[in-house]
């Protein structure tokens, strides 16, 4: 499953059924698990961990040293869960000491081409990166996000669970939850109604949803009063509780 022009360093941990495509390169420090395909051109390196299912496409880069002058080779790390599509010319690096130490990408992802994810940033699960989205250092994704094409995301924003960035996006502040933005910089579109609906939300959940919504973005209300406001309503309806959560926990301030 290794094809011939391939080169594997033997210090690296493979799977059953992992494929490795033409003039791939994969490094000493690198875990891949069953049945992921690394497509021809790619290069793994680094002290690298991809778990089981995923197809990283032709051209990638992953696990390469970050992109931040600080980092002195330290052994940092990049980790990928399982079932992710990962499109032609991704660039994920590993983490850096000023953080965690580790660059985390979870499991059932689909990221298209040319998308970048730097050092420290944390991926969840189930998310959306559409061509050339591109995150910055120490940037966090809840699941179910979705990032259209050329969104760039500032370094050490937060991205909200079940958020949707529109196409051209610049993130400069913290996107809480459920939100749809778009534009440079980022501005309100009322909330991913849509994919709540599709993820199984019901009905009253997505109207309380939208309260909450109103309330930070439509009321008048200073930020603080509508962080409570916003409290109240989740007291009532579990489903807002993420997004009081998130707006008590945002020292770069929300898009408003």
């Not at 094809?3 to 994969?26: C, E, M, Q, R």
């Not at 299912?53 to 790390?77: H, L, V």
Request: with cysteine; net charge negative; proline share 5%.
């Amino acid at each position: 499953m290794i094809h011939p022009t391939a080169i594997v360093h033997p210090g690296a941990a493979l799977g059953a059924n992992v494929v490795i495509g033409p003039y791939s390169i994969i490094g000493e420090h690198v875990e891949i698990g069953d049945n992921t395909r690394i497509g021809p051109h790619v290069v793994v390196e680094g002290r690298t961990r991809i778990g089981c299912d995923n197809e990283i496409f032709q051209f990638c880069s992953i696990g390469a040293a970050p992109q931040d002058k600080k980092y002195d080779d330290e052994p940092t790390r990049l980790e990928i869960g399982d079932r992710n599509t990962i499109r032609e010319f991704c660039t994920f690096n590993v983490g850096t000491s000023q953080d965690a130490g580790v660059t985390r990408v979870g499991s059932d992802n689909w990221i298209m081409a040319y998308v970048h994810i730097a050092h420290d940033c944390a991926v969840g699960d189930h998310t959306i990166f559409a061509n050339n989205a591109t995150l910055a250092g120490h940037v966090h994704v809840g699941d179910w996000a979705i990032l259209g094409g050329f969104t760039g995301v500032h370094q050490f924003v937060r991205v909200g669970a079940h958020s949707f960035c529109g196409v051209g996006t610049v993130l400069l502040q913290d996107l809480p939850p459920f939100v749809t933005v778009a534009g440079n910089p980022a501005k309100p579109h009322g909330i991913n109604s849509e994919g709540l609906r599709r993820r199984g939300f019901s009905a009253e959940g997505i109207a309380a949803i939208k309260r909450a919504y109103r309330a930070l973005y439509r009321s008048g209300l200073s930020f603080d009063e509508a962080r409570t406001r916003v409290g109240e309503i989740a007291a009532d309806h579990s489903e807002v509780a993420p997004f009081g959560a998130f707006l008590s926990a945002s020292p770069r301030g929300v898009v408003r």
